[in-house]
């Protein structure tokens, strides 16, 4: 009597085998995912984000009694200057992260996504927004240019209005 002959697929799945192959697998496998999460760990994330300060020019380019919007798209900054000096304000209603618009006419700023009405100052007066917008650090540089820096802000509400750097003596 002639032996029978083993085809190939009963060579690859064997009973014998197959736990063999899923416990290789599983090795192979967990040691590839191991050996990826070393490699990235060597490559660390960096998120390169733009500076927080930036220079708005000498006093001279801003007239007395305007709000300047020259850095509200790129910086979301609005510069105020008035008879005793400047401040920065924060383009950002403090409701939602909407940005107001200055209108001029009615000398206030104006949120379009839910109407909060701010003065010129920044104090809200009407709308949901909860409080004032917020004030920026404006300092001058060496060169004589004016310098906000976005990453220090100053609260109505805690009374820092006043402090140092939120604004700037003409």
């Known amino acids: 009597m002639?032996?029978?002959q083993k085809d190939e697929a009963h060579i690859w799945f064997g009973r014998r085998d197959i736990f063999s192959k899923i416990g290789w697998g599983s090795f192979f496998a967990f040691f590839g995912i191991m050996l990826g999460g070393s490699l990235r760990f060597m490559f660390p994330r960096v998120l390169f984000e733009p500076s927080t300060t930036f220079k708005a020019g000498l006093p001279n380019d801003y007239t007395i009694g305007t709000v300047s919007e020259k850095f509200q798209k790129e910086q979301r900054v609005w510069i105020i200057r008035n008879e005793d000096g400047f401040y920065a304000l924060s383009a950002i209603c403090t409701h939602l992260g909407c940005t107001p618009r200055w209108l001029q006419v009615e000398d206030k700023f104006k949120c379009p996504c839910h109407g909060s009405g701010f003065y010129r100052s920044g104090v809200?007066?009407?709308?949901?927004?909860?409080?004032?917008?917020e004030r920026l650090k404006i300092t001058k540089a060496d060169d004589g240019q004016i310098l906000i820096d976005k990453s220090i802000k100053f609260l109505w509400e805690k009374e820092q209005w006043d402090k140092p750097g939120a604004f700037l003596k003409a």
């Open 2 to 4: 002639a032996k029978p």
């Open 124 to 133: 809200n007066f009407e709308g949901p927004a909860p409080r004032p917008l």
